[in-house]
């Protein structure tokens, strides 16, 4: 820092004599024909005002822009091309500092120039930079999302007849400027249009597939309002909450973890209570709950006067599902960001360091809302907002018990064993305390280590005698030795029975010294296993009289200070209030470690107090040493005998507003910020919260119809997940840098509509689904494609990939086994045994993403993510080539209903068709079927017999791999929940099965057409 520092002032110094005034005519020659335009060439893309970009914190389009430099310090330091970043930079002689970057390196005759341009002194006839990079300009207010919402009139087209809703309207004007005519669609296609609008619809609004009845229900109904029947159908379902609540899940970055591994090793990894948030959110979809009204409960449920369902409480997880840490503002950070992503599709939390570079979002903005979220706490105890059935609440509390019981048994077990291992061997550790100090000589550390190794003395007990340093009741005749000061020992101020020991001693050595103290620890030992008893037993805290009576016998034996403050709660300094034990003895039996009675001992103390312990005795995941802290997490996340909590926050006693952070480091704060909504979308004059934190009125101005991004922001969702895209392709920034709407008019309209039907989004997606452009078939038009060929006009439907959930969900109802159960607590999706519930209730670690679920493009939890990206991966069709889940259902396929009705090969054919394809097979392919059958028939036997030896080695693997789960599970409080149940049986497939299979696998399987 300080040697970039002195480079910054001794390039100031360089550029007042390098000023435009002051260059030469040779100079300034050379730097508009040699230097001005390589700079501008190869380095304005990345580095300049106009260009909007900065990368490294570096403008290099005037001459102070070149001298400040970035973020690793000044790029030219005038008159020296050894200290001049930019010079090593083009030379690339560090691998981490090149520029051009990606291997654009420049002529050897550039890096002359550049080089001789740094030693002439970097003459500059640049004008200085007219501003800087920042978004708070008259031109990034007027961007279009920041304007209001005004409903448009729905446009004139030549093509009347084609529209059935003013949706088609606003895409066939688009159309028709191009000269583009669309097809009539899928309800009037004769080849099988109706499946592959039945299949499309009913992915898209409850993420399952079609069942062989519904589709002859839908292809059998001739009347004009069968796909009318068929949406509010699927709206009306309830697992169109799960479909739709899931994509939301991402825009909140939900997740079943903390996913912080390192700092908080004693707190509970796994949130046993998130899913109620999960729960909400679906309850929120299946109710058609006002969108306004969503947005107000996830920020302040717990201010409203009106809720009246308890259970909405638990809306406020979308503030508490984020990630943590020990940094609070990482975690208020967190909480901005997500509620301007999700809400505004506004990147806020870009403003934490500096005014947003491309946004009107000044830094104060971001610490008007530090202000709002710095406000609140998490309460200790959660409310209580859905209870278990009672027997099965009684189950659990006996099984919470038992396992607190075990830690409590623990807890003395480890304590009280540390403690007995140093008073047996208490010369010998006090020994190599003493010799190993900081202070003492290299002789004296040797001897202290190697004594250690002699004696083998456990290093945890070595490390749990922090408290040695600042015991001086017990140790200062060590400390008075050690510095030759013996005189100077004040008995007076010493624990009694240490005084007493030492009372007239003049010690000759260290050894001597120590003798004592093994004599003292020797003296209490067989009291100590007794004193551990007792405050094992002590299960009440004792009463006001018990109290006072201690600290009377206490003054009574002349105690020190120290030892009578001791007295005033359980372990506060290694003294616990148990009748008829001697203070003065009580001390030395709580050394190294002080442990508290049992009536203190509650899981959340324990949590506390063993913290404090070395590191290689605390609960934390990968040492249990015998804790069930792991153990009680994962009930509590899994059992349905416990009640249903809500991870709720409320305002701090004391409401405060932010000072803004300097550079975003909170040790520089600089003006305070008065708690306010963001100046773009209130005018320019946000007016300050006056309630408590300020999130209700918060919330407020987000929902307000008045706020020109809330109804855009969920629109441009809801049209993503209909279409693949969005009118806005970044769904969660609708800033200055995001493309324009193709569709900006119909935008508009939807978010006018949205609004006006009391922000409704089942009637939403019915205006969307029921329009002829929903309804068009992805066949492609070669000339069109020419036109348009991103589809952005919509001349045809986009072929989407399954994502994750709709993939494996479809899975499960093709083997007929989906459990159908709404809610509950998360299961694992991804291991053997398996669930059949739904994927949204899958267990999510935010700091471990199971394998399969990133293989499929899983939103990653670390941060909202409204649109997941699509990727094809070998892994991909591995797992449906090779997954135990894939194989069982290939299986269950054929015991379906309408397999078993089949009469005949066909019918049997078709039925399996419509299972996983959703639609009717062309006589070729039933012909190829016949073919494949007959072939395959005559393979099983001879495959069975070759199988047989790999099937037992499958079955043994996946015990192993199952057993070796469950023990993780018990001891790691990382690893995955694990599911009850069998695992899937190993054996080979027959010829009908490896049909089915092959049909799973298949591209159409998973793609909507």
């Known amino acids: 820092m300080m040697r970039h520092t002195a480079l910054l002032l001794t390039g100031v110094l360089f550029a007042v004599s390098a000023s435009a005034a002051d260059v030469t005519d040779e100079q300034k020659q050379f730097f508009d024909t040699k230097i001005k335009p390589l700079l501008t060439d190869k380095c304005y893309k990345c580095h300049s005002v106009d260009a909007g970009k900065n990368k490294g914190g570096l403008l290099l389009d005037s001459h102070d822009g070149c001298v400040k430099g970035g973020d690793t310090g000044p790029a030219v330091v005038p008159g020296n091309v050894k200290e001049s970043l930019l010079v090593t930079a083009i030379n690339y002689k560090d691998k981490d500092l090149q520029m051009p970057p990606k291997g654009e390196k420049l002529s050897d005759a550039q890096i002359a120039d550049l080089t001789k341009w740094v030693e002439m002194g970097a003459p500059d006839t640049r004008e200085p930079a007219k501003g800087k990079l920042s978004g708070l300009t008259d031109k990034a207010r007027q961007h279009w999302a920041y304007q209001p919402v005004v409903k448009p009139a729905i446009p004139a087209v030549k093509n009347r007849a084609w529209c059935v809703t003013p949706v088609d309207a606003f895409i066939l004007a688009k159309l028709e400027e191009k000269g583009m005519v669309p097809r009539d669609g899928l309800m009037t296609e004769q080849s099988g249009g109706k499946e592959v609008l039945l299949r499309r619809a009913t992915f898209d609004l409850i993420g399952l597939p079609p069942t062989p009845e519904e589709i002859a229900d839908f292809t059998g109904d001739s ?117 301007s992503k999700a809400f505004l599709a506004m990147t806020v939390a870009c403003a934490r360091c500096h005014d947003h570079m491309f946004d009107p979002i000044p830094t104060k903005d971001y610490y008007a809302l530090h202000g709002v979220f710095a406000s609140i706490d998490e309460p200790k105890d959660k409310p209580v907002i859905s209870q278990a059935g009672k027997e099965a609440a009684a189950e659990f509390a006996k099984k919470i018990t038992a396992l607190e019981d075990d830690n409590r048994v623990n807890y003395y077990k480890l304590g009280g064993g540390n403690d007995t291992l140093f008073r047996k061997n208490a010369a010998d550790f006090l020994y190599v305390w003493t010799m190993t100090q900081p202070s003492a000589s290299a002789a004296d550390q040797k001897a202290g280590g190697e004594r250690r190794l002699a004696k083998k003395l456990d290093q945890e007990v070595s490390r749990s005698m922090n408290r040695a340093n600042r015991e001086d009741a017990l140790f200062a005749p060590i400390k008075r030795f050690r510095e030759g000061n013996w005189a100077s020992l004040d008995y007076s101020k010493l624990n009694p029975i240490v005084a007493a020991a030492f009372k007239g001693v003049t010690p000759k050595s260290i050894d001597e010294v120590l003798a004592i103290y093994q004599k ?102 990968n040492a249990t040493r015998g804790w069930s802290f792991t153990k009680i997490n994962a009930l509590q996340l899994t059992d349905a005998g416990n009640d249903a909590r809500a991870m709720v926050v409320e305002d701090s006693d004391h409401p405060h507003d932010s000072p803004v952070f300097i550079r975003g480091q909170s040790g520089s704060p600089g003006d305070m910020v008065p708690r306010h909504f963001l100046e773009i979308l209130s005018g320019g004059h946000p007016t300050a919260f006056k309630h408590g934190s300020g999130r209700l009125e918060l919330a407020e101005d987000i929902a307000s119809k008045n706020n020109p991004l809330t109804a855009r922001v969920i629109v441009n969702r809801v049209w993503l997940h209909h279409f693949g895209e969005g009118f806005v392709r970044t769904p969660d920034d609708l800033g200055t840098m995001s493309e324009k709407p193709t569709h900006p008019e119909l935008l508009d309209y939807l978010s006018s509509y949205l609004m006006e039907q009391g922000w409704s989004l089942k009637k939403l997606h019915r205006l969307i689904m029921l329009s002829k452009v929903y309804q068009e078939s ?66 999510v670690d935010r700091g471990n993403l199971p394998e399969l679920m990133s ?155």
């Not at 020990?326 to 975690?331: A, E, F, G, I, P």
């Not at 190294?592 to 070395?614: F, G, I, N, Q």
């Not at 989906?818 to 998360?826: A, F, N, R, S, Y």
């Open 223 to 339: 009347s004009p309002y069968a796909f009318v029947k068929v949406v509010d159908r699927l709206l009306a379902s309830p697992h169109y909450g799960e479909r739709w609540g899931r994509f939301w899940l991402d825009s909140a970055r939900y997740s079943d973890t903390t996913g912080e591994r390192v700092n908080e090793r004693n707190a509970d990894y796994r949130f046993p209570y998130a899913w109620t948030y999960r729960d909400y959110v679906v309850r929120s979809f299946n109710d058609d709950k006002p969108y306004d009204r969503f947005i107000v409960e996830q920020l302040a449920a717990d201010k409203l006067t009106d809720l009246k369902d308890p259970r909405d409480l638990a809306a406020l997880g979308f503030i508490t599902v984020g990630k943590r840490g020990n940094n609070v503002n990482d975690l208020i950070d967190d909480r901005i960001d997500t509620t």
């Open 520 to 621: 003292m620890f020797d003296g209490i030992e067989a009291k100590a296993q007794t004193f551990y008893k007792a405050l094992q037993a002590e299960k009440t805290a004792p009463t006001a009289d018990d109290a006072t009576a201690m600290k009377k016998a206490a003054a009574s034996e002349k105690e020190s200070t120290s030892m009578m403050m001791s007295m005033d709660g359980p372990s506060s300094k290694g003294t616990s209030p148990i009748k008829g034990y001697d203070p003065a003895e009580v001390q030395l039996m709580q050394f190294p470690l002080p442990l508290s009675p049992a009536y203190v001992v509650t899981t959340e103390d324990l949590r506390k107090e063993t913290d404090r312990w070395p590191l290689g005795l605390r609960p934390n995941a």
């Open 778 to 843: 992805s066949k492609t038009i070669t000339a069109y494609e020419t036109i348009d060929p991103e589809n952005r006009l919509l001349w045809r439907a986009n072929v989407r990939r399954l994502d994750f959930e709709a993939m494996r969900d479809s899975l499960i109802r093709m083997a007929g086994k989906l459990d159908e159960t709404v809610g509950g607590q998360p299961v694992n999706i991804v291991d053997e045994p398996y669930s059949y519930r739904r994927s949204i209730y899958g267990y």
């Open 855 to 1009: 293989h499929f493009d899983f939103s990653n939890p670390e941060a909202p993510n409204s649109k997941r990206s699509s990727t094809i991966v070998p892994q991909q069709a591995l797992f449906l080539m090779n997954s135990p889940l894939a194989i069982e259902v290939s299986r269950d396929v054929l015991l379906q209903p309408s397999f078993q009705r089949g009469r005949n090969t066909t019918d049997r054919i078709y039925s399996i068709y419509r299972t996983i394809l959703g639609r009717t097979p062309t006589s070729e392919e039933v012909n190829v079927a016949v073919g494949f059958l007959s072939h395959e028939n005559l393979q099983d036997a001879t495959v069975v017999a070759e199988a047989k030896e790999m099937t037992e080695k499958a079955e043994k693997k996946a015990e192993e791999r199952a057993k070796r789960a469950g023990m993780e599970a018990e001891t790691s409080a990382f690893s995955s929940i694990q599911n009850e149940g069998e695992a899937v049986e190993r054996k080979p497939l027959n010829a009908w099965e490896t049909f089915a299979h092959a049909l799973i696998m298949s591209n159409e399987a998973t793609y909507i057409n």
